[in-house]
C-alpha cells in the first residue's frame, strides 16, 4: 500500500534524446493508474523510472513517502509484469514464481502458501510443475501475474501485459486484471497504447503525447472534456471528428457570441450527431455525402465528406482525412453510399478548442 | 507423379549411400588390418576380411604398446589425450562463458575495444603465434605437463564470440525480471544464463573436446617426454622405425582407438545438441 508521486521527472538519453519532459502525477494508495499514448510518447520510459529499470535524469519518484531514484528495482518494493512476460524459461511455474521470494531469504514453508494462494486465485494450480513452454499464451500471462502478486508489493507495474494476447482473451484478462487489483488493493501503474483498455481499467487517467503529460484525471472526464486536440482524437473510437471553424458554414453557424469566436477547431464525437433536416439552436449542422458504411450489428459507422473540405487541424493520431466525418448511429438502418444527408450535434456535445489544438475553450 | 518420386527418392538414396562407402571404406580398412597378422600386411597380402587376431593385437596395443621401441602403451596416451582435450574443452567454455557475461552485460571503459582485441585473437591461431607461445610456455616451466598442453589452447575468441552472440538474443526483460526479483549479477549469471546456455554449451563442448583430441602441433613440440605423449603424436611416432617393420596392426588399432572417443562424445552429446536446435524458444 503506498501512493506514488512523480515531481517534474525527465529522462534524458546521453544521446541528448528528451524522452521524457518533465512529468507530474499523483497516483493515490490503491489507485490504478493508466499511462495511455501512442508508441514512442515516453510511457513505458516512465513505467520502467519508476521501476528502477532506467535512470532518473531529473526529478523525484517517491513510492510510499520515500524518494527511490537511487534506489535499486529488488528494494523498491515493486513488482513488474512485461509484455513478453519474461518468464524464466528453464524454471518450472512454480520456481518462476518462488524465485524472487527465495532471492529474498523467505522461508520455503512461506514461499510455499503465498505461491499455492496465488495459483490458486489465478487457476494455475494445475500446472505448477510446468515449464514456460507448455503454456498458453493466457497462461503465461498468469504466471507472469502470479509472479507479481506473490511478492505483495506496494505497487504493481504493467507494461502493456496484454498486447501479445488474442481479443478475445484480452478482454478477459483485463477484466480479471482489474478484479484483481481491486481485491488486493495494490496501487498499480498499467502502460498501455489501447485506449479502450485505457478506459475501462483507469481509476487514474494519463494521457501522454511526446514525453509531456497532455491530461490527467477520470477516464469519463477526459473522455467528455479532452484538453486538448490530441486528447480528443485519443480517447475514444472511432475518434472525434475535428474541424477549423474557418470563416465559412460552422463558424456562421457557431456565431460569433462569447468565447465560441476564439475557438479554431470544433470537435464533435461521432455517436453525438443526429440525422436530422433539423438544426439545434445554437448546435452545428453538416450537409454530407456518405462514402462508406461500417456495419458492427449494434451500431454502424457513416463515413460522409463535406461539400466544403477546408480544414487544416493539426496532425494527430486517428485523426480523419481532411473533409470526412463519421457518423454513429444506433442498430444497423443506414443511408445509401452516395446519398445526400444532414446531420446535427446540439450545442452541449460541441468541444472547441484555439487554433493550435493545444486548449480546450469552454463555450 | 508418385513414380517420378519413388524413383528420384531411389537415386538420392543410392547417391547417398556411395558417400557413406566413401567415407567408411578406410575406417573399415583400420578396423580389418587392426586384426590381421602383421608379415600379410608387410607383403601386400592384407585382406580384406577381419582376421584373427583382434584381441591380441588390441591387448598389445592398448597395454604394452609396440614390440621394437620403448613407446608408451596406448592406454597411457589416451589418458594424457583424454586429460588434454577436457581441460581444453572445459576451460574454454569457461573462460569464454564468462568473458561473453561481462562484455554483454557490463558497461565499463573500454568494453568495445577489448572485444575487439578478443575478436582480432580469431586471426591468430596457434600454428600463427607458436614460437611466442612456445617461449612462454618454455619460461614458465610447463612444458611436459599437462597445464602447458591445455592452456595456450584455452584462451578462444571463436567461443567467446558464440556466447557473446547467444547472450545478445537472451531477451532484456530476463535481466530486467531478476533485477526486480532481487537477482544480483552473479546470481542472475548463475540461475538464468547458466541453464539457459546448456545446450549452446553442450555444443560447443562436442566441437571443442574434438578440436583439443586432434591436436598434433602443439603437443608434438611440448612433450618430449614419452609417458606425456598424446595419441596423434603417439600413432606417427609409431609409423617411423629405423630398422624395424612398421607393426601396421598395433598401428591401425590405435588409429581405431583414437578414432572413438570423439564419437563417443558426439554419440552421448547428441541428444542436447539435438534439443538444443529444436527448442528454439528463449
Given at each position: 500500500?503506498?501512493n506514488?508521486?512523480?515531481?517534474?521527472?525527465?529522462?534524458?538519453?546521453?544521446g541528448?534524446?528528451?524522452?521524457?519532459?518533465?512529468?507530474?502525477?499523483?497516483?493515490?494508495?490503491?489507485?490504478f493508474?493508466v499511462?495511455v499514448?501512442p508508441?514512442?510518447?515516453?510511457?513505458?520510459t516512465?513505467?520502467?523510472m519508476?521501476?528502477?529499470?532506467?535512470?532518473?535524469?531529473?526529478?523525484?519518484?517517491?513510492?510510499?513517502?520515500?524518494?527511490?531514484?537511487?534506489?535499486?528495482?529488488?528494494?523498491?518494493?515493486?513488482?513488474?509484469?512485461?509484455?513478453?512476460?519474461?518468464?524464466?524459461?528453464?524454471?518450472?511455474?512454480?520456481?518462476n514464481?518462488?524465485?524472487?521470494?527465495?532471492?529474498?531469504?523467505?522461508?520455503?514453508?512461506?514461499i510455499?502458501?503465498?505461491?499455492e494462494?496465488?495459483?490458486?486465485?489465478?487457476?494455475?494450480?494445475?500446472?505448477?510443475?510446468?515449464?514456460?513452454r507448455q503454456?498458453?499464451?493466457?497462461?503465461?500471462?498468469?504466471?507472469?501475474?502470479?509472479r507479481a502478486?506473490?511478492?505483495?508489493?506496494k505497487v504493481?507495474?504493467?507494461?502493456?501485459?496484454?498486447?501479445?494476447?488474442?481479443?478475445?482473451?484480452?478482454?478477459?484478462?483485463?477484466?480479471?486484471?482489474?478484479?484483481l487489483?481491486?481485491?488486493?488493493?495494490t496501487?498499480?501503474?498499467?502502460?498501455?497504447?489501447d485506449?479502450?483498455?485505457?478506459m475501462?481499467?483507469?481509476?487514474?487517467?494519463?494521457?501522454?503525447?511526446?514525453?509531456?503529460?497532455?491530461?490527467?484525471?477520470n477516464?469519463?472526464?477526459?473522455?467528455e472534456?479532452?484538453?486538448?486536440?490530441?486528447?480528443?482524437?485519443?480517447?475514444?473510437?472511432?475518434?472525434?471528428?475535428?474541424?477549423?471553424?474557418?470563416?465559412?458554414?460552422?463558424?456562421?453557424?457557431?456565431?460569433s457570441?462569447?468565447?465560441?469566436?476564439?475557438?479554431?477547431?470544433?470537435?464533435?464525437?461521432?455517436?453525438?450527431?443526429?440525422?436530422?433536416d433539423?438544426?439545434?439552436a445554437?448546435?452545428?449542422?453538416?450537409?454530407?455525402?456518405?462514402?462508406?458504411?461500417?456495419?458492427?450489428?449494434?451500431e454502424?459507422?457513416?463515413y460522409?465528406?463535406?461539400?466544403?473540405?477546408?480544414?487544416?487541424?493539426a496532425?494527430?493520431?486517428?485523426?480523419?482525412?481532411?473533409?470526412?466525418?463519421?457518423?454513429?448511429?444506433p442498430?444497423?438502418?443506414a443511408?445509401?453510399?452516395?446519398?445526400?444527408i444532414?446531420v446535427?450535434?446540439?450545442?452541449?456535445?460541441?468541444?472547441?478548442?484555439?487554433?493550435?489544438?493545444?486548449?480546450?475553450?469552454?463555450? | 507423379?508418385?513414380?517420378?518420386?519413388?524413383i528420384r527418392?531411389?537415386?538420392a538414396?543410392?547417391?547417398?549411400w556411395?558417400?557413406?562407402a566413401?567415407?567408411?571404406?578406410?575406417?573399415?580398412?583400420?578396423?580389418?588390418?587392426?586384426?590381421?597378422d602383421?608379415?600379410?600386411?608387410a607383403?601386400?597380402?592384407?585382406s580384406?576380411?577381419?582376421?584373427g587376431?583382434f584381441?591380441?593385437?588390441?591387448?598389445?596395443?592398448?597395454?604394452?604398446?609396440?614390440?621394437?621401441?620403448?613407446?608408451?602403451?596406448v592406454?597411457?596416451?589416451?589418458?594424457?589425450s583424454l586429460?588434454?582435450?577436457?581441460?581444453?574443452?572445459?576451460?574454454?567454455?569457461?573462460?569464454?562463458?564468462?568473458?561473453?557475461?561481462a562484455?554483454?552485460?557490463?558497461?565499463?571503459?573500454?568494453?568495445?575495444?577489448?572485444?575487439?582485441?578478443v575478436?582480432?585473437?580469431?586471426?591468430?591461431?596457434?600454428?600463427?603465434?607458436?614460437y611466442?607461445?612456445?617461449?612462454?610456455?618454455?619460461?614458465?616451466?610447463?612444458?611436459?605437463?599437462?597445464a602447458?598442453?591445455s592452456?595456450?589452447?584455452?584462451?578462444?575468441?571463436?567461443?567467446t564470440?558464440?556466447?557473446r552472440?547467444?547472450?545478445?538474443?537472451?531477451?532484456?526483460e530476463?535481466?530486467?525480471?531478476?533485477?526486480?526479483d532481487?537477482?544480483?549479477?552473479?546470481?542472475?549469471?548463475?540461475?538464468?544464463?547458466?541453464?539457459?546456455?546448456?545446450?549452446?554449451?553442450?555444443?560447443?563442448?562436442?566441437?571443442?573436446?574434438?578440436?583439443?583430441?586432434?591436436?598434433?602441433?602443439w603437443?608434438?613440440?611440448?612433450?618430449?617426454?614419452?609417458d606425456?605423449q598424446?595419441?596423434?603424436?603417439?600413432?606417427?611416432?609409431?609409423?617411423?622405425?629405423n630398422?624395424?617393420?612398421?607393426?601396421w596392426?598395433?598401428?591401425?588399432?590405435?588409429?581405431?582407438?583414437?578414432?572413438?572417443?570423439?564419437?563417443?562424445?558426439?554419440?552421448?552429446?547428441?541428444?542436447?545438441?539435438?534439443?538444443?536446435?529444436?527448442?528454439?524458444?528463449?
Amino acid at each position: 500500500m503506498a501512493n506514488v508521486t512523480l515531481r517534474n521527472v525527465r529522462k534524458t538519453y546521453p544521446g541528448g534524446f528528451e524522452a521524457i519532459k518533465g512529468v507530474d502525477v499523483d497516483v493515490g494508495d490503491g489507485q490504478f493508474c493508466v499511462l495511455v499514448g501512442p508508441s514512442g510518447c515516453g510511457k513505458s520510459t516512465l513505467l520502467r523510472m519508476v521501476a528502477g529499470l532506467e535512470t532518473i535524469s531529473g526529478g523525484e519518484i517517491d513510492i510510499g513517502g520515500r524518494v527511490v531514484n537511487q534506489v535499486e528495482p529488488a528494494e523498491r518494493d515493486i513488482a513488474m509484469v512485461f509484455q513478453n512476460y519474461a518468464l524464466y524459461p528453464h524454471m518450472s511455474v512454480y520456481n518462476n514464481m518462488a524465485y524472487g521470494l527465495r532471492n529474498r531469504g523467505m522461508a520455503e514453508a512461506e514461499i510455499k502458501t503465498r505461491v499455492e494462494e496465488a495459483a490458486r486465485v489465478l487457476e494455475l494450480a494445475p500446472m505448477l510443475e510446468r515449464k514456460p513452454r507448455q503454456l498458453s499464451g493466457g497462461q503465461r500471462q498468469r504466471v507472469a501475474m502470479g509472479r507479481a502478486i506473490v511478492r505483495q508489493p506496494k505497487v504493481f507495474l504493467f507494461d502493456e501485459p496484454l498486447s501479445n494476447l488474442d481479443a478475445k482473451l484480452r478482454i478477459a484478462m483485463r477484466v480479471e486484471i482489474r478484479k484483481l487489483q481491486r481485491r488486493l488493493n495494490t496501487t498499480s501503474i498499467y502502460v498501455t497504447h489501447d485506449q479502450l483498455e485505457a478506459m475501462t481499467l483507469a481509476d487514474i487517467l494519463v494521457v501522454m503525447n511526446g514525453g509531456q503529460v497532455e491530461q490527467i484525471g477520470n477516464p469519463l472526464a477526459i473522455y467528455e472534456k479532452p484538453a486538448t486536440t490530441f486528447v480528443a482524437s485519443f480517447i475514444g473510437a472511432p475518434p472525434m471528428n475535428l474541424m477549423s471553424t474557418r470563416p465559412d458554414e460552422v463558424k456562421t453557424q457557431l456565431g460569433s457570441n462569447g468565447r465560441a469566436a476564439e475557438a479554431g477547431i470544433l470537435g464533435i464525437r461521432p455517436e453525438d450527431f443526429v440525422i436530422t433536416d433539423q438544426t439545434p439552436a445554437g448546435g452545428v449542422a453538416l450537409a454530407l455525402t456518405v462514402e462508406a458504411i461500417e456495419r458492427v450489428g449494434a451500431e454502424t459507422f457513416v463515413y460522409g465528406s463535406r461539400q466544403q473540405d477546408e480544414q487544416q487541424v493539426a496532425a494527430t493520431p486517428g485523426e480523419l482525412p481532411p473533409g470526412e466525418v463519421i457518423v454513429r448511429i444506433p442498430g444497423a438502418e443506414a443511408p445509401a453510399i452516395g446519398q445526400k444527408i444532414r446531420v446535427a450535434a446540439v450545442r452541449e456535445k460541441l468541444h472547441l478548442f484555439s487554433a493550435d489544438g493545444r486548449k480546450r475553450i469552454e463555450a | 507423379m508418385v513414380e517420378q518420386e519413388g524413383i528420384r527418392r531411389y537415386v538420392a538414396h543410392i547417391i547417398l549411400w556411395i558417400g557413406i562407402a566413401i567415407v567408411a571404406f578406410p575406417v573399415y580398412i583400420a578396423i580389418v588390418a587392426s586384426t590381421q597378422d602383421n608379415a600379410l600386411i608387410a607383403n601386400g597380402q592384407m585382406s580384406l576380411l577381419p582376421g584373427g587376431h583382434f584381441l591380441e593385437v588390441y591387448y598389445q596395443t592398448i597395454v604394452v604398446g609396440t614390440s621394437g621401441t620403448t613407446r608408451e602403451p596406448v592406454g597411457n596416451m589416451m589418458l594424457n589425450s583424454l586429460i588434454m582435450a577436457m581441460l581444453i574443452a572445459v576451460g574454454k567454455i569457461a573462460i569464454s562463458i564468462i568473458s561473453a557475461y561481462a562484455i554483454v552485460y557490463f558497461r565499463f571503459p573500454f568494453r568495445m575495444a577489448i572485444f575487439w582485441i578478443v575478436f582480432i585473437t580469431l586471426m591468430l591461431p596457434v600454428e600463427v603465434r607458436i614460437y611466442p607461445t612456445y617461449k612462454i610456455v618454455a619460461d614458465l616451466h610447463m612444458l611436459d605437463s599437462f597445464a602447458g598442453l591445455s592452456l595456450p589452447l584455452i584462451a578462444s575468441a571463436t567461443a567467446t564470440l558464440l556466447f557473446r552472440q547467444f547472450f545478445m538474443t537472451v531477451p532484456d526483460e530476463l535481466l530486467e525480471a531478476s533485477r526486480i526479483d532481487g537477482a544480483g549479477p552473479l546470481r542472475f549469471f548463475w540461475d538464468t544464463l547458466l541453464p539457459l546456455s546448456r545446450t549452446n554449451m553442450a555444443a560447443l563442448f562436442v566441437i571443442l573436446f574434438i578440436l583439443g583430441w586432434n591436436q598434433y602441433l602443439w603437443p608434438l613440440l611440448i612433450t618430449t617426454r614419452d609417458d606425456m605423449q598424446t595419441i596423434q603424436v603417439g600413432i606417427r611416432k609409431m609409423m617411423t622405425t629405423n630398422d624395424a617393420l612398421t607393426e601396421w596392426p598395433i598401428v591401425m588399432a590405435t588409429a581405431v582407438l583414437a578414432m572413438l572417443p570423439p564419437v563417443f562424445v558426439v554419440v552421448a552429446m547428441q541428444k542436447l545438441f539435438v534439443r538444443g536446435l529444436v527448442e528454439t524458444e528463449k
